[in-house]
């Protein structure tokens, strides 16, 4: 008989232990120890050592130590081992299809008593095809020691409980702090003043609505407790239109007059501005140039990249093309004439338990420490602690460190194609390194994972050392 009886005994297998502890004794007298089950790259290694000096043999039988992998009802036996008797093994010298093990991984001989076997123990080592079921499956050795080349009910050892499920080991940064926090709002105004005047007149023509954008970004950091403001930028330009020298007076003027309806409206200090005359605003015709489809737009461009004075030039485009030079007066000078404005502030720092309440509501007054700090108060993997992360990539999205500890938290749950997305935006540290690893690992790219892996680990990430042991 060639084959091993299974018998029911999936059902029979009693509770795998979590891992192998020390020396297991069959009920053959084998002893099997140093139980390892290990998952490389898309294998399942299984080695361990049996040692069969103390078995007793027959010498007209054999034992056949059988291992079996097993979870539910799923299952592979593995290789057996069968110890002969002195006479069987001669008989199967002479008739080698009167083994009981089919596909054996070792025969040994036997002369019968302990200590005489040929092979005092056996290294066994065997390689199988990963598959998802064998995460968590249990080894146990099922022995034939009637001697009649069936399984015994009830002869079923447990050796080790497998623990292949790869578990990312992460390296997160914890962003610089921010020893002042500083922020600003920026905008566009786009006021209208009466020929060559530089008096603002706040109910004259659109000048209501530009002023309510203005008040309504410095009233936004002014109802913020914690924040401070610390400087209002102005920036005037006037279109191109007439004499240079007398344009860059306008814009002068008409910046100063937005200055002095600010300090009148909000009482501020002159101290707080800083104002810029912009003069004329070519870049802006060019730019609106260069997206319109106004039929002279590239001659127009190229009389504004020749010679001669700005002036001159004015002057030319207004002759050469004067269809063009009327619909620029409409459609594109009016926008040119404009204020930019920028608000500088300062943010107050925020204590953890601060913290923990700010990232609900107002997640833009933090910094990525302080976010981080929020961050390290949670079971790392957890719905909060993820969400700091989610968090901190959206206020902060182009931050490489922001980018690769999203990354991380999204490697905890093990979602790798979105985890590399951000990974684009993380930089090329070492940790990134790791991350980039720990993705390919689960998207089983493990050739380009290794190399990613390896600078990580000859950079000092000891992440990156645990996680190499998985697919080496």
């Known amino acids: 008989m060639k084959t091993i009886c299974l018998y029911s005994l999936l059902s029979l297998l009693p509770l795998m232990p979590a891992a192998a502890q020390g ?4 009920s053959s007298g084998a002893k099997v120890s140093g139980v390892e089950i ?8 299984i080695q361990m050592n049996i040692d069969l000096s103390e078995m007793e043999v027959g010498r007209n039988r054999s034992v056949v130590l059988a291992p079996l992998f097993a979870q539910g009802e799923d299952w592979q036996w593995l290789p057996a081992i069968e110890v002969m008797g002195r006479r069987r093994y001669i008989y199967y010298q002479r008739n080698e299809e009167s083994l009981y093990a089919e596909n054996p991984y070792a025969v040994i001989k036997h002369n019968g008593k302990p200590q005489n076997p040929e092979g005092a123990s056996v290294d066994y080592r065997i390689a199988l095809p990963y598959k ?21 009910k009830g002869g079923n050892t447990p050796l080790a409980q497998a623990d292949l499920a790869f578990v990312p080991k992460l390296a997160y940064i914890s962003p610089q702090a921010e020893t002042r926090k500083t922020r600003a709002l920026s905008g566009e105004a786009y006021l209208d003043f009466p020929v060559n005047k530089t008096v603002i007149y706040p109910e004259y023509r659109r000048n209501t609505a530009e002023l309510a954008k203005i008040r309504s970004t410095i009233d936004t950091i002014r109802a913020d407790k914690d924040f401070s403001i610390t ?12 004499r240079y020298e007398s344009n860059v007076r306008l814009s002068e003027g008409r910046t100063q007059a937005l200055k002095d309806y600010l300090i009148e409206e909000y009482g501020f200090g002159t101290a707080l501005f800083q104002t810029e005359p912009g003069g004329e605003n070519w870049e802006g015709l060019r730019l609106y140039l260069q997206t319109s489809s106004l039929a002279d737009k590239e001659a127009i461009l190229a009389i ?18 004067p269809a063009s030079y009327r619909t620029l007066l409409q459609d594109c000078y009016p926008a040119l004439r404009r204020t930019d404005y920028t608000v500088d502030y300062t943010i107050r720092g925020f204590n953890v338990e601060e913290a923990k309440e700010v990232i609900k509501t107002r997640p ?59 990974l684009e935006k993380a930089g090329n540290s070492p940790q990134a390194d790791n991350a980039r690893g720990v993705a390919l690992i689960l998207l089983e790219r493990y050739d380009e994972a290794l190399p990613c892996l390896q600078r990580a680990a000859q950079a000092g990430i000891r992440e990156a050392v645990e996680n190499l042991k998985y697919i080496r």
């Not at 290990?38 to 290694?45: C, L």
């Not at 400087?231 to 007439?242: D, F, K, M, N, V």
């Not at 504004?304 to 093309?321: C, H, K």
């Not at 976010?371 to 790392?380: D, I, K, L």
Request: charged share 25%; net charge negative; aromatic share 8%.
């Open 23 to 26: 020396v297991q004794r069959l």
């Open 38 to 45: 290990n998952k490389q790259r898309d294998s399942v290694v």
């Open 132 to 152: 998802q079921w064998m995460n968590n499956a249990g080894l146990s050795v099922s022995e034939d020691v009637c001697g009649c080349g069936n399984v015994a």
């Open 231 to 242: 400087q209002i930028c102005l920036r005037g330009y006037a279109s191109p239109e007439g």
């Open 304 to 321: 504004m990249d020749g010679e001669g004075s700005l002036d001159q030039r004015e002057q030319r485009i207004r002759s050469a093309y």
């Open 364 to 422: 833009q007054n933090l910094s990525l420490q302080e976010m981080f700090a929020v961050a390290q108060t949670y079971q790392p993997g957890s719905e909060e602690f993820n969400h700091v992360f989610d968090v901190a990539v959206r206020m902060y999205p182009d931050d490489p460190t922001a980018n690769l500890n999203a990354a991380n938290a999204l490697l905890e749950r093990k979602e790798a194609e979105q985890a590399l997305r951000y």
